[in-house]
């Protein structure tokens, strides 16, 4: 029996030395002394053994246990340490791979615009002021002087949610909330978005951008209202721009005009742009109707003031010759790109 067991000793410590990894060391181990091994099998025999016997072989079958024991341990750790490099050598990140090229996304023409336009109010001490989007047809018409027929009215024109509930069609309900909350002196700007019940082609787009402006004060004048205009347009679109005021009928302003500067891409001698006037229309302005003061508790006879409005969108499409409003609206990145 003496001899069966260094058999199996000599042959488990071939099968471990021949073993190439972790997994195969394992099976050896198995093999040897797991519960049907083969070292696990011979020490049952131990039993058919004479008690002179028993005590011998059992002292060298533990010898025999032990030794393999240590061989696959030593062999076990020596694996470990030989896979867990090639693990880290696998896991290694190798600095000089060029990165993936991360895409940021840019300002929005009609953004960058816009700030470019709040910047210059700031600089004459204006604050922003904004109003919510669905709004009360009180605030988008009766508030502002206009009529119970008015044509602007119609659910063609805009959007109803209810009989007394509209999407604002314009950004001077906010003008109201602001007098109707403060008292005088004001100098704010409104932008936001507003909507129509248009269908959307080159010119015209359910949805556009708004940006009006009110100062209420005492001793406010139309000369007021034409230096702040003037200074705004002077710096947006470059010192020498002319303006040019034409009489006009706002319900909300009296006297009203209409404003339009010298076409910037041919300095008003006329072209397509412009179509051959060589100026552009680009706001609408007045002095704040009497009505609309005394419906926000202010007192006409004491304090008077300004307002005006433009479209974002119509602006930012003559600054950069953009043809077709749909653009602004489609999230296309190829179009965000070029700003
Ligand atoms: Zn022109």
């Not at 959307?200 to 209202?225: C, R, Y």
């Not at 397509?272 to 100026?279: A, I, M, R, V």
């Amino acid at each position: 029996m003496k001899e069966m067991l260094e058999n199996i000793q000599k042959q488990a410590i071939d099968d471990i030395e021949s073993s190439l990894n972790l997994k195969e060391l394992d099976i050896v181990k198995i093999s040897y002394l797991g519960k049907k091994g083969k070292l696990t099998s011979i020490l049952k025999d131990m039993k058919n053994l004479t008690k002179e016997e028993r005590p011998l072989i059992g002292k060298f079958a533990n010898i025999v246990r032990d030794c393999i024991e240590n061989k696959i341990k030593k062999y076990s750790e020596d694996f470990f340490k030989k896979e867990m490099i090639i693990k880290l050598e696998k896991e290694k990140i190798d600095i000089s791979i060029p990165a993936k090229r991360q895409k940021i996304g840019k300002r929005h023409p009609l953004s960058i615009v816009l700030r470019e336009i709040e910047e210059i109010f700031f600089g004459m001490g204006f604050s922003v002021e904004t109003g919510p989007d669905i709004e009360q047809s009180y605030y988008n018409f009766d508030a502002l002087n206009i009529g119970e027929n008015h044509p602007s009215r119609d659910p063609r024109d805009t959007f109803y949610i209810d009989s007394k509930t509209v999407l604002r069609s314009q950004t001077s309900p906010v003008q109201i909330r602001v007098m109707e909350n403060n008292s005088p002196p004001l100098k704010i700007i409104s932008p936001g978005k507003v909507f129509r019940a248009d269908s959307a082609d080159a010119t015209h787009s359910p949805v556009f951008h708004q940006i009006e402006g009110l100062v209420i004060d005492k001793g406010i004048s139309m000369s007021d209202l034409k230096g702040t205009l003037e200074t705004f347009i002077k710096t947006l679109f470059g010192e020498d721009t002319k303006t040019r005021f034409r009489p006009h009928h706002f319900p909300f302003t009296e006297p009203s005009a209409e404003i339009d500067i010298s076409c910037f891409s041919c300095n008003g001698t006329g072209c397509s742009l412009c179509k051959n006037e060589g100026y552009i229309e680009i706001l609408g302005a007045g002095m704040v109707h009497n009505k609309v003061l005394s419906r926000c508790n202010i007192d006409p006879n004491i304090y008077s003031g300004f307002a005006f409005g433009m479209g974002l969108e119509r602006i930012v499409m003559k600054k950069f010759k953009i043809n077709d409003i749909r653009l602004f609206f489609e999230n296309d990145s190829r179009f965000i790109n070029n700003f």
